[in-house]
Structures are given as C-alpha cells and as structure tokens.
C-alpha cells in the first residue's frame, strides 16, 4: 500500500491536537518531531498546513467532547433517580454484585438522559442484554480510590455517573440490538461450556486465553501475574486477531482470495465484540482489517499507516482514549516498540540461542517494554525486572494451551469426554504456566 504521507500527516496532527488540550509539552515535543520527519524537505509548506489542520480538527474533537448538553446524565450527578433504561453492554457478572451499563429509554420515571451509567445491583437476579429495567438509587460520580481515577476510567466508555445498590427491577426487553445479543448469548454458551469441561482455577484461565474473560483467576494468582509483569498473556491482542484471520482463512480455503477477506474481517469484527471491545482489542482489530483490505485490493499493507489510522478511528469516537486510556496507550506504544525497536534489538542479540524461541521473547518483550516503559512507570509506579526472563519460559506455553483448550471446547459439543481427552493435555501446561509464575513471582519479591 503507498501511504498517503498527508493523510498521515493529518493522523498524527489530529492525535497532537488532543494531546495539546491536557498533555502540551508532549504535544508540542512530538509535533516538533513530526515536522522534521515528515515536513521538512520539498513541499514542506503543504506538509506543515496539512499538520496544523489535523491539529485544530482534534483539538476542536475535543472541545465538542466536553461540551455537556442540558439533558446530560452528568447534570444529574447527587441525585435519587427513578429511570427506566435499557442494559446496552455486556452483563459484568462478580462474585457479589452484578454491573450492568445502561442508557435511559426516554420513558418511564426520571426523565430521559444522554449518557450511559453503571449499575451495581444484587448478585440475583441476573438481567441481560437488552433487557428494560426500572432502576431506582442515587446517581454519583465514580471517585477514585488508592490513586486510580475511576471516573476517568468509566468516561472512556462513555458512563458518567453510577448508581450503587441499586434497587431493579425488569419492565421489558429487547431494547438492544438483536446481533450484539446474539453475539453476548453465544459467549455465554462457551464460557458455560469451558466451565463443563474445566474446573478452576483452569477454567477461568481458559476463559481468560479464548476469551479475555479474567473475572475468575484467583486474587494470588493474579497478584503473581502483575509481580512478575505477566498478564498480557491473560489479555486479548493482536496475537488472537491474528489467529482467527488465520483460522478464517484456513476453514475457507476452497473460495476466493477476496471472499476470504470478507469473511475474515466479518468474523474479526465478531471477535472484538465477542471478547469484550477493550481498547487493544480494538486497535488490534482496526489493525487487523486494513492488513486484510489492502490484502483485497492487493497493496503492501503499511504497520505505521495501520497503528496511526486505528489511533485516529479510536479517538474520532472518542478523545479521551488517547490521555486516559492506560490500555490503549500501552497496547499503542508496545505495538510501536515491536515495530521500530525489535529490529535494532535484532542484530545485537544474535548470541542469544534460538532454540525454543528464546532469542526472540526477550528481543520482542524488550521491544515493547522500551516505548511503553514511561506509561508503565507512571501509572503503575515501577517495571518488573524479572518479565524478560519470565517471558522466555512462559510464552512458548501460551499458544499450546490456547490451541488445547479451543479444541477441547469444540469437540465438548460433540462429547463431553472427548473434550476432557484435550482438556487433559491442557491442564498439564497450565500447572506448568502457573509454577513458572510463581517461581518468578517469588523470585521478583526476593531481588526488589
């Protein structure tokens, strides 16, 4: 694919330009490195007003975000509410309470609001997606706790407010729309097949690697995950999207070149629905479907024009993606790192043995670490030392269990017992996984 160097120009414009409204010495800094990669030289003129275009479109992006309109939920904030609302997110189902997104009808009750809010309601009975309910309690802002600005966090997702125990119940359904119910329903029966197959903590761990489920991994064993800076292998990326364009592609090998593009950008955007939307997720999937359009249209597909054309589509929906969404800035600087730092990386670690893939864990968890180390550092105030070693052993592991517990799944429908042969073979890697955790885990605590 030839990159249109303007239209990546404007990209990186329209991300400075928000960049400008909360973090300026970062916007400035990286427009000053934009102008002198891609402005300078001939034509310089056009280049910088192309720049300075996309700048003020995000910055106006911006100002429209924050503008709150007179029937916002925001304005509701302190409030005993009485609404009716429609559940438009999948169900969060914990041990305890059960947290639903809602958005108001404009029936019924409080009267109709723009915004979504979270719910927090009785463990039982659990309501689903598209349902109607009738939610009585008293609307407040989500605050933050132990330094972590909740609020922040929910805006991302366009929740406003939230309603703790809170009083439900259901006067209707079918509100949503009937594809994402589909799509929630059919998750359901897999996670309730994989808890037939699997006992815990195995079976909350496969939901995990198949999908991106981590509500049932147990509190120590979660804890030895963040120590020894292991839990991406728990989280959906651009390793799963890759495997299903792969899977797609192989199951429809016998049509067109063309024909397996639709289906596999088809069943791509399933998936990112399927396993929950998170914002690497999502990058990965906008990712994903370019290389899988220019493959339609037979062009070279381009990494940077990919990462900066996801970043832009990801916050012209939504601006504050780009400063308060600690998963995507992450997920965007590793995919960088992989990118532009693993091939420095490359040719100085050609010492390093390739057997079992070892060269290249390090090289890519280094690769990834580099660019995103900053982030990781500030919002989580330390790195783990022990991850690149870590990764060595633990990551060859991941792709096994995955492929053993998808067709242990799979063959559970034809037979449960056969789904237990391959569920078997799982759970002897999975042991390994979490005693190779814990060993680093202890061995983390012990240097820092």
Request: glycine share 10%; charged share 15%.
């Amino acid at each position: 694919m030839v990159v249109n160097r303007g239209f990546v120009v404007f990209m990186i414009g329209f991300l400075v330009g928000i960049l400008l409204c909360d973090m300026f010495l970062i916007g400035v800094g990286l427009g000053a490195f934009v102008f002198w990669k891609f402005c300078r030289g001939d034509g310089w003129q056009w280049f910088l007003l192309i720049f300075v275009v996309g700048l003020v479109v995000g910055a106006v992006r911006v100002g429209i975000f924050e503008i709150v309109p007179e029937d916002d939920v925001r304005r509701m904030i302190g409030q005993d509410v009485d609404m009716e609302v429609c559940v438009n997110d999948e169900v969060d189902v914990r041990q305890s309470v059960v947290k639903y997104i809602v958005s108001s009808t404009g029936e019924g009750g409080s009267a109709g609001f723009e915004g979504k809010v979270l719910v927090s309601a009785a463990r039982y009975p659990v309501y689903e997606y598209g349902d109607v309910l009738r939610v009585s309690g008293v609307l407040e802002e989500a605050g933050s706790f132990e330094g972590f600005d909740y609020g922040e966090y929910l805006e991302r997702f366009g929740v406003y407010g939230v309603v703790n125990s809170a009083v439900i119940r259901k006067v209707g359904d079918g509100c949503g729309w009937l594809g994402y119910e589909w799509i929630f329903r059919f998750k359901g029966v897999l996670e309730e097949r994989i808890s037939v197959v699997f006992p815990e903590p195995y079976s909350s761990m496969v939901a995990g690697l198949l999908l991106g489920s981590r509500k049932g991994i147990p509190p120590d064993l979660t804890l030895d995950f963040n120590e020894t800076g292991l839990t991406h292998i728990v989280a959906i990326s651009g390793y799963n999207i890759t495997l299903v364009i792969v899977i797609v592609f192989s199951m429809f090998g016998f049509v067109s070149r063309r024909k397996r593009v639709v289906f596999a950008v088809t069943f791509v955007v399933v998936f990112v629905v399927l396993v929950g939307a998170s914002s690497a997720v999502v990058r990965a999937g906008i990712m994903g479907v370019c290389g899988l359009m220019a493959l339609y249209f037979g062009r070279k597909s381009e990494v940077l024009f990919s990462i900066l054309f996801a970043a832009f589509v990801m916050n012209l929906f939504n601006p504050r993606v780009l400063v308060a969404d600690v998963g995507f800035q992450l997920s965007f600087l590793a995919t960088l790192g992989l990118v532009y730092v693993a091939p420095w990386f490359e040719g100085r670690f050609l010492r390093l043995p390739a057997t079992f893939m070892i060269r290249e864990n390090i090289m890519m968890t280094l690769s990834a670490q580099t660019f995103a180390l900053p982030v990781i550092l500030k919002n989580f105030g330390r790195v783990s030392l022990i991850c690149p070693i870590a990764n060595v052993f633990v990551l060859p592991l991941i792709p096994i269990s995955m492929i053993l517990s998808f067709l242990a799944v799979v063959l559970s429908f034809v037979s449960v017992g056969l789904g237990k042969v391959f569920a078997f073979g799982t759970y002897l890697v999975l042991d390994l996984v979490f005693f190779l955790v814990r060993v680093f885990a202890d061995l983390s605590r012990l240097i820092s």
